[in-house]
């Protein structure tokens, strides 16, 4: 299961420190939700640079999904082109945890903090990555994710899990499943289930916990009865 935070982090911004503007790490298929952890393995020298400069800042980055499955919104274009299409919702991570490895790669995690509205994009920063204005209001309520409440059908979920596990052939602590809060749950679950990008950009843009309860159960007995949806697209 994801790591989940507990309670307000000390040292995550109040609304009125979030940046106007971040860089964005597109990839597709990935998913960082409010109150969820993210670790990722950074290599290419962009996104080296990326990190390097949030880290001397307000170490936060945006991430968001090409607007096509499968794609990588960063490469570049051919002269007179603009960069390729992402959605436009993200999320915004600040990184908690950073490591370096011997073959220059840097281990990061990120841990979500708010949902925003994709903005004005801004000029490719020298090092090429991309950055992007933020709207972060439509999001405000994202910031109290500790104290939601959610309205989940707990056994329904725990039967649709069971299945899809089973279907999948994939294993897993139920103990940790079992004793972890709906809200948690949910968050863990959305964020490491192979689900495809277009069921991972509605998971993200679900209204609220409760809603993406909803969705989630629906994509894991769709996925059980071998309707499209849930992980039959995988990244």
């Not at 390097?52 to 002269?79: E, N, S, T, W, Y």
């Not at 220059?104 to 708010?114: P, V």
């Not at 897993?172 to 972890?180: E, N």
Request: with cysteine; net charge negative.
């Amino acid at each position: 299961m994801t790591e989940q935070r507990s309670g307000r982090n000390p040292f995550d911004p109040a609304f009125e420190q979030l940046p106007e503007a971040i860089p964005v790490f597109p990839l597709s298929g990935v998913l960082l939700l409010p109150g969820g952890r993210l670790p990722l393995n950074v290599f290419e020298p962009r996104y080296l640079a990326m990190v390097f400069d949030a880290l001397a800042g307000h170490r936060m980055i945006g991430m968001v999904q090409p607007a096509k499955p499968g794609g990588f919104a960063g490469d570049g274009l051919p002269a007179g082109e603009g960069p390729p299409p992402i959605h436009p919702v993200g999320c915004a991570g600040r990184i908690v945890q950073f490591a370096e490895t011997e073959d220059g790669r840097l281990l990061i995690t990120l841990a979500g903090i708010m949902r925003f509205q994709v903005g004005q994009e801004l000029a490719l920063h020298h090092s090429g990555y991309r950055r992007i204005m933020t709207h972060f209001e439509p999001y405000r309520d994202d910031l109290d994710h500790a104290d939601e409440m959610i309205d989940l059908d707990r056994p329904r979920m725990m039967a649709a899990l069971q299945a899809y596990f089973h279907g999948h052939k994939l294993s897993t602590d139920w103990k940790a499943v079992q004793d972890a809060g709906d809200r948690n749950l949910v968050t863990s679950l959305s964020m490491v289930l192979p689900f495809g990008p277009a069921e991972k950009q509605a998971l993200l843009e679900a209204t609220d916990s409760t809603a993406r309860a909803r969705l989630l159960i629906a994509l894991l007995e769709m996925d059980s009865r071998g309707e499209d949806g849930g992980s039959t697209s995988r990244h």
